[in-house]
């Protein structure tokens, strides 16, 4: 177990709506990297966040947003849902930005109808 | 878009076989990882390999990132059940480590 975990294990939406999930990052850890995977292919970045700032973004569209608390928590909001959203969503929570070690959760699994 | 291109992507053995996990890129990285994932779960990391040429070994496994740090490669020896799993190739580059640019995967099923 990583000690990092991710709220809702799994979620059901209709296209359209907007969705919001949750990553609590190990203890000492102030990095929360987010990514989707699609079924049946590698994980993709979608977006870091650093000591409450977003620290770079991958080929995602606007629509898809995040914020970092205090207690270096996070939240990946996904506005106007698509069918093609259904994915399981990732974070992994780190140290810094240049540590390589980075710890998965196990994921929210997203279903978009 | 994947900059990172595993092969094969399926592998379906018998318990006691060897395979080989190539992981391709036309980029360079400063580092490369390799992770294995199971079903419902996170991908769990199992090497960094941060030197051209670098061999690592866990156990059975054996890790190699190429010369010029754009390949890399994963040897299991004598495969069981338990390695059963989605195995992940994953690239940074300098000043963005924490920022992983995965392969496309390769799913390995080892059966009795």
């Known amino acids: 177990e990583t000690g990092v975990t991710q709220s809702p294990t799994h979620l059901i939406k209709t296209r359209g709506q907007q969705v919001t999930l949750r990553c609590s990052s190990q203890?000492?850890?102030?990095?929360v990297s987010w990514y989707q995977q699609a079924l049946g292919q590698g994980p993709q970045f979608i977006f870091q966040?650093?000591?409450?700032?977003?620290?770079g973004r991958g080929n995602f569209p606007p629509r898809f947003s995040g914020l970092q608390f205090p207690n270096y928590s996070s939240e990946l909001n996904v506005n106007a849902l698509e069918l093609d959203d259904s994915a399981l969503y990732l974070c992994?929570?780190?140290?810094?930005?240049?540590?390589?070690?980075?710890?998965f959760g196990q994921g929210t699994r997203l279903t978009v109808v | 878009t994947q900059l990172l291109e595993q092969s094969p992507q399926f592998l379906s053995i018998q318990e006691g076989e060897n395979l080989t996990v190539y992981c391709n890129s036309s980029s360079v990285f400063s580092s490369l990882q390799w992770y294995r994932q199971e079903p419902g779960e996170g991908p769990v990391l199992l090497v960094t390999v941060v030197t051209g040429g670098e061999v690592k070994k866990l156990k059975r496994l054996t890790f190699q990132f190429g010369d010029a740090r754009k390949d890399s490669s994963l040897h299991i020896t004598a495969a069981q059940p338990g390695d059963t799993g989605l195995y992940l190739c994953a690239g940074s580059h300098t000043g963005t480590a924490s920022k992983l640019t995965f392969g496309t995967g390769t799913r390995l099923q080892v059966t009795l």
């Open positions: 992994a929570s780190s140290f810094g930005t240049r540590n390589t070690e980075a710890f």
């Open positions: 966040y650093y000591r409450e700032e977003e620290n």
């Open positions: 203890s000492g850890h102030n990095t």
